[in-house]
Structure formats: structure tokens, C-alpha cells
């Protein structure tokens, strides 16, 4: 298979490029907007990857695309999270009869998805996180075992025990939960057992 790979972040275009040649693919990698319009119409390409706002930036879809081609191809778009990291990754073939082009579909899906780094319940996801939502889940993690009381959480939140603040304790404990079940397809959930607010896992990571 061929694959032409456009983006202009480099280091993206590099990481993409590296993943399908490991999986024996040949890439031609276009850096620049004329290095991709010398190559989209290449007779021997299979596939073309390419960044959602490079699409945005010829005034693109997909679909608007695979007119301009003239034989059965696949094209795949994403959009970046990080220079390794990219998401919505959406497929879309000429044809969805054709036995190879269905084949190219299903290799270039499993190998994009492997491109996709799932969250993790780490520093960088705390912080993106609202602040109180942060500094909540921070916290039950440090205390996964025992877990958390309203006065403990109280305590944390504005430095003294607040029985007024329960309400508003229920309802950072809500958003977080509703962004870890957001984030995590529902692996992760918080729960109140014995008056104490608990981190758990509710299932094993695909």
C-alpha cells in the first residue's frame, strides 16, 4: 500500500509516517501544500492521511476531495491533540464495494487508532480539569484506600471544616465524575461508601 501523509507539523507528519512504515506501508510525506498538490494525484496511491485543517485550509471535506480524484482511493483525516497524539480520525473510501479498498480501510483504521493516546489519570489530565475538579481528584488519588469525608473535602477546598458547603461539595464531586465518565468511557467513577467519597475503577482498560 501507498499512502501519501500530509501536515505541516512536522513532527506529527514524522510520528504518522514511522507508525505506517512499521506496518510495511510505503509513505510519501508532504510537509507543505505544494508537495501535497504534486502528489494527491499520484496514479499509485492507495490512501491519503491528512490533517483535518489542512482540509480547512483549501477549503476541503473529504468528500469534496475524492471528486477531485479520478480512482478508487481512501482518505483519512484527523485532527491533532498533540505532536503524537491526534483524535477524531474519520475514514471515507470512493468505493465500499471494492475488496481492496475495504482492506485498506480496515489496516489504516487499526493503525490510526493506535495513534490515538488514551487519557490517563495523570498530571496533565488534573490540570486540565477545572480547578476544584483537580484539586478533587488529586486528592483521591493520594487517599485511593481510605477516601475522602465532606469535612476532609471542605478542609481541601477552602481550608476549614464548612458544613454550609455541602451542597457545593455534592456538586464538584458530580462534575468530576461526569468528566471522568466523559474521558474514560466509563472506567472510572467516583462513589460514597461509609461517608467517604471514593475513586474506583470499574472496569479493565481495552
Not at 503524537?84 to 464495494?97: F, Q
Not at 477552602?158 to 455541602?166: A, D, I, M, N, Y
Not at 466509563?186 to 461508601?193: E, F, G, V, W
Request: with cysteine; glycine share 2%.
Amino acid at each position: 500500500m501507498k499512502v501519501l501523509v500530509f501536515d505541516r507539523k512536522i513532527d506529527t507528519l514524522t510520528f504518522l509516517c514511522e507508525k505506517l512504515e512499521n506496518h510495511g506501508i510505503t509513505t510519501i510525506a508532504a510537509e507543505n501544500g505544494s508537495k501535497f498538490i504534486c502528489n494527491y494525484l499520484n496514479p499509485e496511491l492507495d490512501a491519503i492521511i491528512v490533517a483535518k485543517k489542512e482540509l480547512t485550509h483549501y477549503t476541503l471535506n473529504e468528500a469534496q476531495l475524492l471528486k477531485k480524484i479520478y480512482k478508487d482511493i481512501t482518505i483519512c483525516s484527523y485532527f491533532h491533540e498533540d505532536c503524537y497524539n491526534i483524535k477524531k480520525i474519520n475514514i471515507v473510501s470512493s468505493s465500499a464495494i471494492a475488496e481492496n479498498i475495504k482492506a485498506n480501510e480496515k489496516i489504516l483504521k487499526i493503525i490510526l487508532l493506535k495513534c490515538r493516546r488514551k487519557p490517563d489519570l495523570n498530571k496533565d489530565y488534573i490540570y486540565s480539569l477545572p480547578k476544584k475538579s483537580g484539586l478533587l481528584l488529586k486528592h483521591l488519588l493520594i487517599n485511593r484506600e481510605k477516601g475522602l469525608s465532606d469535612d476532609e473535602i471542605s478542609t481541601i477546598f477552602w481550608g476549614e471544616k464548612l458544613p454550609s458547603k455541602r451542597n457545593s461539595i455534592y456538586n464538584h464531586v458530580y462534575n468530576l465524575k461526569q468528566s471522568l465518565k466523559k474521558s474514560f468511557d466509563n472506567r472510572y467513577t467516583i462513589l460514597k461508601t461509609n461517608k467517604r467519597y471514593r475513586l474506583i475503577k470499574l472496569k479493565k482498560e481495552a
